[in-house]
């Protein structure tokens, strides 16, 4: 399998340089040159077994795939459920990984795609909130690794702040005077710079890394096939949606040949894409905080890899709609599923759960992208009782915080890390 560019596509690149660039020479992003009708699979193989058959196509030609097998084994070291309900959709639960979100998978996956000894590596990374911290704990203590981590300041959770400034060691925080779009800014001026290209040997480890997109697509193909296997359909799904990373692994697994029935991106107040799907044309937006801030993204950059699978919008239209939902339909939903079934559900899967009542159609699979107690703060209040902190959270909420405050420029970034 060869990489290419969603911009020039003249060119293509082996899969490890696609990881080690992050971003195409030309600024666009890197996809897969083809998709390919999958065989038979088996749903109740284990997710680092069904994993590795997987992606081994995509890991053709490339010195990475005979040690897949084991990377997959070392990534998906946690349970992802597919947990039905009594009469509603069944929920799709990615947050049982170390840092309590889905962004665990892709993080782990791609912590796994380099080689340590060979050299010294940077891996850049900008988060809305949740990326931080599941970067951060996988590539924690890695020999030859050092993590740089922008993330907008004030407008992420305590817990999520946490999770990215408390690790210590290989692990350096930076808190941006600035949103989300500014920090994604401020990394994509960092791979290009010309100075720090002879330097350093950044990675990214954002979801414009293939690396990270490419695991995505695993769950949704095995729990497509488990929900066919029990209820004799294929499943649709609703996806909270920010940087439309997980929203286009779906797409991806779709075109695999899974079965899999329409996406729903579940966007919050930002509504770039809904916008996009109604009109046909692209206009970012200034990004609007939201009660679901992992979401909080007004030019995702992962539209380019949806424009380029769908360079039609009737057909993208076909495949895919998007749903705004404001922060009282967030709040409303939160409280109401607490009282009716006593579950409770973070603000970015409370998203889906609203936009399941808007969209038309039936058989959905709501993604469940965090574990609430990481928006303790939004969420308790709502239900009027504390919830249960996972383990690996505890035990990071007791260690000190540590960070640098930067002005939102790439000079300013760069200056600290010249001294
Ligand atoms: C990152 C994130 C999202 C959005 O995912 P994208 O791939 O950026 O669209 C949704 N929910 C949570 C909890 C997240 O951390």
């Given at each position: ?76 070291n946690f349970p992802i459920k597919l947990r039905f309900r009594k009469d509603q959709s ?126 995505q697509m695993i769950y949704y193909a095995k729990s497509s096939l488990e929900y066919l ?191």
């Open positions: 399998m060869r990489y290419l560019s969603t911009r020039d596509q003249t060119k293509t690149f082996s899969l490890s340089e696609a990881l080690e660039k992050g971003l195409a020479p030309d600024g666009g992003l890197f996809i897969p040159e083809h998709f390919f009708p999958v065989s038979e699979f088996d749903s109740q193989l284990g997710y680092a077994e069904f994993g590795a058959k997987l992606l081994c196509p995509f890991f053709e030609g490339d010195e990475l795939q005979k040690k897949l097998s084991n990377m997959c084994k070392l990534a998906f069944p929920v799709l639960e990615l947050f049982h990984g170390p840092t309590a979100a889905f962004k665990d998978v892709g993080a782990r996956f791609l912590a796994q795609c380099f080689d340590p000894s060979d050299r010294k590596r940077s891996v850049l990374v900008a988060t809305s909130g949740d990326t931080g911290g599941a970067v951060a704990s996988a590539f924690l203590s890695k020999k030859n690794i050092e993590v740089l981590i922008l993330y907008p300041k004030g407008k992420i959770s305590l817990r999520q702040e946490k999770q990215i400034t408390a690790w210590g060691e290989n692990i350096k925080a930076f808190s941006v005077n600035g949103n989300f779009d500014d920090c994604q800014k401020i990394v994509k001026d960092a791979l290009a710079d010309p100075e720090w290209k002879k330097e350093k040997t950044f990675i990214s480890a954002n979801s414009i890394s293939i690396g990270r997109l490419l695991p296997s029990q209820l004799k359909c294929a499943p649709g799904y609703i996806i909270p949606t920010g940087n439309l990373g997980n929203a286009v692994a779906a797409l991806y697994a779709k075109r695999l040949g899974f079965p899999i029935g329409k996406i729903v991106l579940a966007t919050n107040a930002n509504h770039s894409i809904v916008d996009f799907l109604k009109t046909g044309v692209w206009t970012p937006n200034k990004t609007i905080s939201t009660l679901a801030n992992a979401m909080d993204v007004g030019n995702p950059s992962n539209i380019e890899r949806l424009r380029s699978l769908y360079p039609n919008i009737v057909d993208l239209r076909t495949d895919v709609s998007a749903i705004s939902v404001s922060d009282t339909e967030i709040s409303e939903m939160i409280r109401n599923q607490y009282k009716s079934s006593t579950e409770t559900f973070c603000p970015h899967t409370a998203t889906a759960l609203v936009a399941e009542k808007k969209a038309a159609g039936k058989n959905w699979i709501i993604v469940a992208t965090a574990h609430p107690a990481k928006f303790e703060s939004i969420v308790e209040p709502l239900i009027g009782r504390s919830i249960e902190v996972p383990e690996t959270l505890k035990a990071l909420l007791n260690r000190p915080s540590v960070f640098e405050e930067i002005e939102a420029y790439f000079s300013d970034f760069k200056s600290r890390l010249s001294l």
